[in-house]
């Protein structure tokens, strides 16, 4: 009897235990539940959605997360209050916590909110994942990351995770590499499938606004090589109309010895020569001064698209106070 005792002991034992297990399965049903009793997500929330094409399931995880549209900075630095000196466009709170995203007024940004929108929602999303899944999903991450990844802006953008953020570089890997990488290995593709119903449109965004920044550096760097170029050329021109000038008023010293001497034919067999180099050096001030006026226009048209520029990244500055270049 005391091994048939103990047999329903543990069988009764196993029964108890499957009761928390089962109850477990199901919190965060219950949870979402009373986080969405009575919510009515913002119209400018249901419109990100719909342009990330999110899922239901991707929908869930943003709405459960009541998120904001935040425009006033120190507003949005209370709700994200990461380090001031860092610019930051949204932020999600884990444990289904709140996402915040910052509204972009600015049009030539276009895209800004909705890529921010998806990526925190992919933070929310990977909190949900189970150690497993993450397992899996961490291996598939990093090696496209060491194997598959080229763009270097993304590369660059991973590495300042791995300084500011270093114990959660594949998370934010799964939120980059999904509203960023425009291909990626067919696993990670079908597995961001359950988010987006088309993430290529999420990653549209993306490329849309990053383009402003990119074509205007690129003008940029196109402007200043053009004006290093003709500042080199304008020094060379400018050391020969000196050695000309000097040319020029050493044989003009000449001739004017010849006529106290009374050679006057041989400083008339000088006129034309000096005359001619006369008119060749004046040309060659016109054109020493026509490069000064361009190497001026340019660096005009550089300020101007510097300061447009500059406009674009205050645009997404949400620093309260700008920090001054160390």
Known sequence: MRPYTKLVSFVVLLAVLAVPVAALAHMNDVLDWWKLRGYDPPANVVTLASEDTMTDNAKHLFYINHPQLIGDKTQFRNFCTISE??????????????????????????????????HETLHAAYDRLSSSEKNTLDQELTDFYNNGLHDQRIIDTINSYKKTEPNDVVNEMHSVFGTEVTNLPAPLETYYKQ????????????????????????????????IDSLKSELATDKQNIQDEENLLSSQNKNMQDLLRSGNNSAYNAQVASYNAQVVRLRANIAAYNDKVAQVNSLVEEYNSLAYTQESLYNSLDTRVQTQTAQ
């Open 85 to 118: 000196q860092t610019i930051v466009l949204g932020c999600y709170h884990g444990i289904e916590n709140g996402i915040a995203v910052y509204s972009v007024s600015d049009t030539r940004l276009n895209g800004v909110e909705e890529v921010t929108a998806a």
């Open 195 to 226: 988010y987006f119903a088309n993430r290529q449109t999420v990653v549209n965004f993306s490329n849309q606004y990053e383009s402003v920044f990119t074509q205007n550096q690129q003008q940029l760097d196109s402007i200043k090589n053009q």
